[in-house]
C-alpha cells in the first residue's frame, strides 16, 4: 500500500524533453519514493494508499533545485548590492565577524526561505562550521553540501588594497582540505542519502597548484564531483594573469580540471570561446543570474553553455548581494536577462528554465537519477502550487496552455502551499514543520544587529562603498 495518492492535479512531471504536462494528473508516494505516476483515471484504478489527497486547483511539480547558495550570508542580506567590488568593499568587513551563531542563524534562515519558496535542495558552499550540516539535517531537506577549501590568510580578503596578489598560506590550505575530507567522510549520502557533498576549492586563485589538484584527487576517490567559482569575476582573472600569466579557463584546461568531474559556478568572466571550452569539456555550470546580475552588472554566458550541449543549475548565491534565495526569481531573471542580452525573446522560454530549476539542475549536480522530475522510482521531492492565486488565473489549456510561463513571469514562490521532501512533508498549508519559524525570524534579526554593531566600530568599514549612499542620505 503506498502512503500517499495525489489525484486531480496539473503535473508537470519534467519527463521528456519539456515540462511533461499531464491534465487531471495523480502521483503515488511509498517509502519516500514516487511509485506511480499518470492521470487520476489510471492510477485510482491500481493504487490504494493510506492517505488519498485532492490536489485539485494545484500543480503539482519536482521541488526546486537551487544548486549554488552561501546560505549564512542571509545575516547580512542586503550590505553588498549596488557597488563595484561588492566582496571587499561590501561583504569582507561583515565576513570577518561571521562566527558560528551568526553563520548558523543566516543558514536557517536560508533554508526557512527557501522551503516557504519550494527549494527542496541546497546546494550549500561554505566552510563547516560545527551545526552546519545539521541544519539542513534537521530541517528535513535535501542538500549538497561543499565545505570550503582556500589558501587564504584566516582574515581573508578584509583589509586587501583591491589590485593586490593576495598572499597564499600553504598551511591554511591544508586545514581547510583536511577539515573538507572530514566533512565529506562523515556526511556524505547521510541521513538516508538526504545529504550529499561535494569537494570545493574556492577558485583557482585561492590556492595553490599542488592543492588544488590534491582536491580533485581526494573528489575522485569518493566519487564526488568538485564545485569550484569558475572565472567568477575580474578580480579572479586579474589574480590568475599575475600569478600564472593566463586566464582561469586556459589553467583549468591545462592543469586537467575540465571534465565530468566540475560544477563551474559562475563563468562570469568567461569568453563564448572560453565557455565553450568549459561546456565541451563535460564539465556543469552553476548559473546564478540574480547575484551576478546584482553583484557585476554582467549575464553570465549559459547561452552559449547550453548551446554546446552544457548542462546548467541555477543557484541564487548570497544574499548580502543578490538578497533572496528563490528559485522561482532565478527562473524568471535567467530568462528575462538572456533574451536581453540577445535581444531575442524566443531565447530560453519559460519551459527550458524550469528545466533548469529541476532537472536539468539536478543533473548537474550529479543528482539526475534520484531527483528533479516526477518518475517512477525516484524520491519524491514535489512541491504544490495553488493555480487560483490571481496572478496565476486564468489556466488555459488551449490552443495555448499557459501554466508554465505564468508560473516562470508571475509565481512569487508564495503559492508554494506544500513541500515534500523524501516522502515527508517538510511543509504543509505553508507551516514549515520541521523548524521554528517565529525562533528562526528573531535570531536572525539579532544576529544581524550584533554583526552590524561590531562592524560598526571596526575602522574596517570605513572602506564600504555604500557609506557614501548613507551619508547623502539615499539609502
Ligand atoms: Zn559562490
Not at 502551499?417 to 511543509?427: A, E, K, L, N, Y
Request: charge should be negative; glycine fraction near 10%; aromatic fraction near 6%.
Amino acid at each position: 500500500m503506498s502512503d500517499y495518492l495525489f489525484i486531480n492535479a496539473h503535473l508537470l512531471t519534467m519527463q521528456g524533453t519539456g515540462v511533461g504536462y499531464i491534465k487531471n494528473g495523480a502521483v503515488a508516494v511509498e517509502n519516500g519514493r514516487i511509485v506511480a505516476v499518470g492521470t487520476t483515471a489510471e492510477l485510482q484504478k491500481t493504487i490504494s494508499a493510506k492517505e488519498t489527497i485532492d490536489a485539485k486547483q494545484m500543480c503539482i511539480m519536482p521541488g526546486l533545485i537551487d544548486g549554488h547558495m552561501h546560505a549564512s550570508y542571509a545575516v547580512v542580506r542586503g550590505v553588498a548590492q549596488d557597488v563595484w567590488n561588492w566582496m571587499q568593499a561590501g561583504l569582507a568587513p561583515y565576513h570577518k565577524y561571521m562566527d558560528q551563531p551568526a553563520f548558523l542563524a543566516g543558514t536557517r534562515t536560508c533554508v526557512l526561505e527557501g522551503i516557504k519558496a519550494g527549494t527542496t535542495l541546497f546546494g550549500d558552499y561554505a566552510w563547516p562550521m560545527d551545526g552546519w550540516g545539521e541544519v539542513f539535517a534537521n530541517a528535513g531537506v535535501r542538500a549538497m553540501l561543499t565545505a570550503r577549501i582556500n589558501a587564504l590568510p584566516a582574515q581573508g580578503m578584509a583589509g586587501l588594497k583591491i589590485g593586490d596578489l593576495y598572499p597564499f598560506d600553504e598551511q591554511r590550505g591544508r586545514e581547510t582540505i583536511d577539515r573538507a575530507t572530514a566533512f565529506a567522510d562523515n556526511w556524505h549520502r547521510s541521513h538516508d542519502g538526504r545529504i550529499s557533498v561535494m569537494y570545493g576549492p574556492q577558485g583557482p586563485d585561492m590556492i595553490g597548484l599542488d592543492q588544488l589538484m590534491e582536491c580533485k584527487k581526494l573528489a575522485a576517490e569518493r566519487g564526488l564531483m568538485v564545485h569550484v567559482h569558475t572565472a567568477q569575476g575580474d578580480r579572479e582573472i586579474d589574480q590568475m594573469v599575475k600569478r600564472y600569466g593566463e586566464r582561469t579557463p586556459a589553467y583549468l584546461q591545462e592543469i586537467g580540471y575540465l571534465d565530468e568531474q566540475l560544477l563551474a559556478v559562475h563563468l562570469t568572466e568567461a569568453t563564448d570561446e572560453e565557455t565553450q571550452l568549459i561546456a565541451k569539456s563535460g564539465a556543469k555550470m552553476a548559473l546564478c543570474s540574480g547575484s551576478i546580475g546584482i553583484i557585476d552588472g554582467i549575464v553570465p554566458p549559459a547561452h552559449v553553455f547550453r548551446q554546446m550541449g552544457g548542462v546548467v543549475c541555477l543557484g541564487s548565491d548570497q544574499a548580502a548581494g543578490n538578497n533572496c534565495h528563490n528559485v522561482w526569481n532565478e527562473m524568471k531573471l535567467t530568462s528575462l536577462f538572456n533574451k536581453i542580452k540577445y535581444k531575442d525573446p524566443t531565447v530560453m522560454p519559460a519551459w527550458e528554465v524550469l528545466r533548469m530549476g529541476t532537472i536539468e539542475g539536478a543533473q548537474a549536480i550529479g543528482l539526475g537519477d534520484e531527483i528533479g522530475s516526477l518518475e517512477v522510482g525516484k524520491k519524491a521531492d514535489m512541491i504544490f502550487i495553488d493555480v487560483t492565486e490571481p496572478n496565476i488565473l486564468p489556466i488555459l489549456d488551449g490552443p495555448i496552455r499557459t501554466l508554465v510561463p505564468n508560473l516562470i513571469f508571475a509565481a512569487t514562490g508564495r503559492e508554494v502551499v506544500h513541500s515534500m521532501i523524501d516522502g515527508r512533508f517538510v511543509m504543509r498549508d505553508r507551516v514549515v514543520l520541521t523548524l521554528d519559524e517565529r525562533a528562526i525570524r528573531e535570531e536572525v534579526q539579532a544576529e544581524g544587529e550584533r554583526l552590524s554593531a561590531a562592524v560598526a566600530a571596526d575602522p574596517v568599514h570605513q572602506s564600504m562603498k555604500l557609506l557614501e549612499a548613507m551619508e547623502a542620505g539615499n539609502l
